[in-house]
């Protein structure tokens, strides 16, 4: 019977803080390691970074495919975004089509890279729906966790990142 209780508190567990379409953590388990990371940013410095990513075309690809395409290319885009990020990290769906990434010991100069990494890594490949090939594609934006600074602000902050990146990939391919 102890097993048993075990076993399903570790299930709920699991639900409670995992995204029920991604392998990633959910908004709740994110926000909260975001106070966390503030908190140990305050307390003891340290290099600390938020990815905030958006799924570009997400609306075209629910208009044209159907949900179920939009929910394999949120799948993939997850499982990628995990295996592209390290154990010390933490990524997760905040909502919708939007994703986040809590990176551990990153120097700021580093976190331009590694958004511009991240989304042409997830785009490399295309993902296969039926006999449909969808290329996935994200803009991300980034901030420092910086000490003193309140989780709400530093969500706007990245929020802000990426819709700059959003904008410069439209630019170019409308000048380009």
């Given at each position: 019977e102890n097993l048993r209780l075990h076993a399903r508190i570790a299930e709920l567990e699991q639900l409670a803080s995992h995204d029920s379409l991604t392998p990633l953590f959910n908004r709740r388990h994110f926000m909260g390691e975001l106070d966390r990371w503030c908190a140990r940013a305050l307390r003891s410095g340290g290099q600390y970074g938020l990815l905030f990513i958006d799924v570009d075309n997400m609306k075209a690809v629910n208009d044209g495919y159907g949900h179920g395409a939009g929910d394999a290319m949120l799948n993939a885009i997850g499982q990628r975004l995990l295996s592209l990020v390290r154990k010390g990290d933490v990524p997760a769906r905040i909502g919708g089509d939007e994703f986040g990434i809590l990176l551990d010991n990153i120097k700021p100069e580093a976190l331009p890279r590694k958004a511009a990494s991240l989304a042409e890594?997830?785009?490399?490949?295309?993902?296969?729906?039926?006999?449909?090939?969808?290329?996935?594609?994200?803009?991300?934006?980034?901030?420092?966790?910086?000490?003193?600074?309140?989780?709400?602000?530093?969500?706007?902050?990245?929020?802000?990142?990426?819709?700059?990146?959003?904008?410069?990939?439209?630019?170019?391919?409308?000048?380009?």
């Amino acid at each position: 019977e102890n097993l048993r209780l075990h076993a399903r508190i570790a299930e709920l567990e699991q639900l409670a803080s995992h995204d029920s379409l991604t392998p990633l953590f959910n908004r709740r388990h994110f926000m909260g390691e975001l106070d966390r990371w503030c908190a140990r940013a305050l307390r003891s410095g340290g290099q600390y970074g938020l990815l905030f990513i958006d799924v570009d075309n997400m609306k075209a690809v629910n208009d044209g495919y159907g949900h179920g395409a939009g929910d394999a290319m949120l799948n993939a885009i997850g499982q990628r975004l995990l295996s592209l990020v390290r154990k010390g990290d933490v990524p997760a769906r905040i909502g919708g089509d939007e994703f986040g990434i809590l990176l551990d010991n990153i120097k700021p100069e580093a976190l331009p890279r590694k958004a511009a990494s991240l989304a042409e890594m997830v785009s490399k490949k295309p993902v296969d729906f039926g006999d449909i090939a969808l290329v996935p594609s994200i803009s991300a934006g980034f901030t420092v966790i910086d000490a003193g600074t309140k989780p709400m602000d530093l969500m706007a902050r990245a929020d802000r990142s990426m819709y700059a990146a959003k904008g410069a990939k439209a630019a170019y391919r409308t000048d380009g």
